[in-house]
């Protein structure tokens, strides 16, 4: 095959979230351009079971991007060099014959190592869990056209829903905060009219659930830079707005205020 | 031995059937809801939405995922859209019309009856997902936007940017989550189904592995409902996620259910073809493409020329010359089996030459850029990210792959399987798509099964069963099964060969693809009929998985997996050898009309072929449930 390349991996190796890590080196050709970065590792596995070694356990489900599952570090960047691309829709034709690359599991507290470059993300669920919802049991919802939604509100709201849940914002911030990924989802229902009902409620619950397992965040914009879908960065300012109102109202329902 | 199949229709007139079958079913009052308890297997949009109406509904819920979170399903890929006959276009779309198209499109596999309550309840599902916030796309009024879509001349179809299964996922994910939060719902996440427990003839729970510890065990219920998605990845190349796979529907195939229609298997036409041996998965471009895009190869053989510089008169717009009324917009099987046509007659494009143009120039030029890039922007994105092609200047490649399965454990009218307690919904069951499915059903028909049918017919099942409570977990009914599967765990890890997993699962996917796939015949059935046995074979003595079972392991998951892909697919082909027609993804070339389109003999095959496990892997019983056509004529379909 013409053109492929020869490359040298130091990949992060860790038997179990208690054991000490290392980095192992290995050689790889016949890398083509056009697969992608998973395909390489896939490619990469086979070489190592063939040898009789354990295969590198690194997560990947869709391979288009969309399910989130994928996501390492590659030469320090959360997902890579490429802009907007999640691990697995990165591709070869980035990186040139004879580079060395770095690969390594998310680092952050809250995502413990599971095995090699698999981390446990399940604090994220934990906060779509505290307040990521708009209550309509099944079967009560009015006619869909019923409330119109200004062309401008779905597309905000859309724009925020376009969130994976990949956590590389948490793993690019050095304060290993998710607002990034709080606030995507607080604006995509608060910025609906369906989620007026329950917006401060929401936002309180969120924030707060997140802050129990994630650090604070500092306005780096790391997270932005990092992610995947270039989920902006002003939802978070809108979140934190949203944060101080929601303490005076929810005190205000509750009679208080 | 499998007395007589008894779908459950309902009596009436059809579009009576559903509304007076749920005035007829039993009901569990609510206070003794929370007395059930009811395990969910898949948490994508059929399985999310089951588990979040049924833990609102107040019975006890156990969710299962051997994703880390319900929000990683395969549904979330889903590109183009979801169907609902709301007709807010006013372009003549209604219940019946979308039933009718369903009928129609499925090539009259169907049961009219599912079908058109899938029709019904398409309504519901729109003002659903829009009250959870699913952010579809709006007119500047505000209001809801619509497309037409593969097979349909009317726009019924909403959608989500290129972006629709994702954001209904997200939707259904939300509920779910919202039930976990309240504790109706217990989620497991990174666990995985390896087998089901029947006692006294009936399903009373699953066998799982925790995938971080290894751990296997027992959990019992009073249902199960298996949730788990389609088996494309027995062809190894789909555009199915890589994880999706056979084994929950299977091991309960194994203990009693019948596995319905294996032969029938969507394959898209839209997608990037492969550019080499390693390529892992194959990518969709969404079908909603078609609308704007225009087919085509150039006419002469060996073509060398540049896009550009290919003059108009030397172009075959193959689809819209053989069928003017639909052109670009024919069924999936049409479009796919044209295409495959064109590219084995040496007509194909890129350097492969395994493809088909899909170009949008007259489209650009017609709506300008910015209207194109606001249709299919993320589509375009990812096309460029993966081929280093920029279609806004030269057109897309494309070419068939496997996609969907219409086909999987045979269901009555109820989504029950023929073993009591087993429900089955989303494309795990085989019900409503007969041969081919629309685009943008498969969506409707996850959330109908999830959010509004299901909720309703498991309680006529549990009704009766007030007082009684789960079987004990350390029956021996349970912890035979769990046994057993922990040894079937074990035993691929000492069979030490020389092959990875990975190898034995593309060999069988070349056979799946080159003798089950797009046209099939007797011969080369015969044949995958010698072949998958004997690779089975050498898979079973000679494959090597490394490494433990008391840790995360993906080969041991994968293993296991491709083991039962084995076994379905050498029922698929036993499938497609007995239908001797064609119909509508399965297309026999002994069975054709004069023009090359599929000809079904309803004579012979106007039946649901469902198939009981017989001990061993090729000696399955085949049962037929015949399918009645009252409303929708048959016909020979034509899109000319
Ligand atoms: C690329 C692509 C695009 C598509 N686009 C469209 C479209 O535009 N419109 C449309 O209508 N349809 C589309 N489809 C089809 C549609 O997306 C699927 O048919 C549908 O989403 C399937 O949903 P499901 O809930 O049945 O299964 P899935 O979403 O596949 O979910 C299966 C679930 O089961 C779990 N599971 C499976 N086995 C086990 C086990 N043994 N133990 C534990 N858990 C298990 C998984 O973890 C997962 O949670 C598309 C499909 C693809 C591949
Ligand atoms: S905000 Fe971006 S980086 Fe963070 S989880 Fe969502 S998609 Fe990933």
Known sequence: MENTMTLTLKVWRQKGPLENGRFETYEIDQISPDMSFLEMFDVLNENLINNGEEPVEIASDC??????????????????????????????????????????????????????????????????????????????????????????????AFDAAACIGCGACVAACPNSAAQLFTSAKVQHLNLLPQGQAERWSRTEEMVEKMEEYFGSCTNHGECHEACPKEIPLDFIAYTNRDYVKSKRKNRNLLGQG | MIGELNSRIPEGPIEEKWSSHKFDMKLVNPA?????????????????????????????????????????????????????????????????????????????????????????????????????????????????????????????TFYARGQTGQQLLLGAYSALMRQVGSGSVELHTRTEMLDLIVHDGAARGIVVRDLITGDVRSHTAHAVVLATGGYGNVYYLSTNAMMCNVTAGWRAHRRGALFANPCYTQIHPTCIPASDEFQSKLTLMSESLRNDGRIWVPSGHDEARSVSDIPEDQRYYYLE?????????????????????????????????????????????????????????????????????????????????????????????????????????????????????????????????????????????????LGESPLDESDPACSNVVQGVAERTQKWLSVNGTRTVDWFHRELGKLVWNFIGMERDKNGLEKALSEIPSLREEFEKDVRVLGSADNLNTSLEKVGRVADFFELAELKARDALERAESCGGHFRSESQTPEGEALRDDDNFSHVAAWEWGGTSGSAIRHKEELEFEYVPLTQRSYK
């Open chain 1, 63 to 156: 391979r288009e991007g969309i399910c989130g599952t994928c996501g390492c570090m590659i030469n320090g960047k959360a997902h890579g060099p490429e802009k907007a691309t999640a691990t697995c829709q990165l591709h070869m034709r980035k990186f040139k014959d004879g580079d060395t690359i770095i690969v390594e599991p998310w680092q952050a507290t809250s995502f413990p190592i599971i095995k090699d470059l698999v981390v446990d993300r399940s604090p994220l669920d934990r906060i779509i869990e505290s307040g990521g919802f708009i209550t309509v049991p099944t079967g009560s919802a009015p006619d869909a056209n019923l409330i119109p939604v200004p062309k401008d509100a779905a597309d905000s």
């Open chain 2, 32 to 156: 003794n809801k929370r007395k059930f308890e009811v395990i969910v297997v898949g948490t994508g949009l059929a399985g999310a939405s089951a588990a979040a109406t049924l833990g609102e509904l107040g019975y006890k819920v156990k969710a299962f995922t051997y994703h880390d979170s319900p929000r990683r399903a395969h549904s979330i890929a889903a590109q183009g859209g979801i169907n609902g006959a709301k007709n807010y276009q006013n372009d003549g779309d209604s219940v019946y019309r979308l039933f009718y198209d369903t009928v129609k499109g499925g090539d009259y596999r169907s049961r009219e009856a599912n079908v058109h309550r899938l029709a019904e309840v398409s309504l519901n599902i729109i003002d659903q997902c829009v009250g959870q916030g699913v952010p579809f796309a709006r007119e500047y009024g505000g209001l809801l936007d619509n497309r037409s879509f593969g097979g349909a001349q009317v726009s019924r």
């Open chain 2, 321 to 465: 010359e053989k069928y003017p009324s639909f052109g670009n917009l024919v069924p999936r099987d049409v479009a796919s089996r044209n295409a495959k046509t064109v590219v084995d007659q040496g007509l194909g494009v890129g350097p492969l030459k395994n493809g088909v143009y899909l170009d949008f120039a007259d489209a650009i030029q017609r709506d300008g850029e910015d209207a194109i890039r606001e249709r299919y922007g993320n589509l375009f994105q990812m096309y460029e990210r993966i081929t280093g092609e920029d279609p806004y200047k030269t057109p897309m490649r494309i070419y068939p792959a496997t996609h969907y399965t219409m086909g999987g454990l045979w269901v009555d009218y109820e989504l029950m399987s023929n073993v009591p307690g087993l429900f089955v919904v989303g494309e795990a069951n085989f019900s409503d798509h007969g041969a081919n499915r629309l685009g943008a059903s498969a969506l409707m028909q996850g959330l109908a099964d999830g959010y509004f049918v299901l909720p309703y017919t498991i309680g006529n099942y549990l009704a009766p069963l």
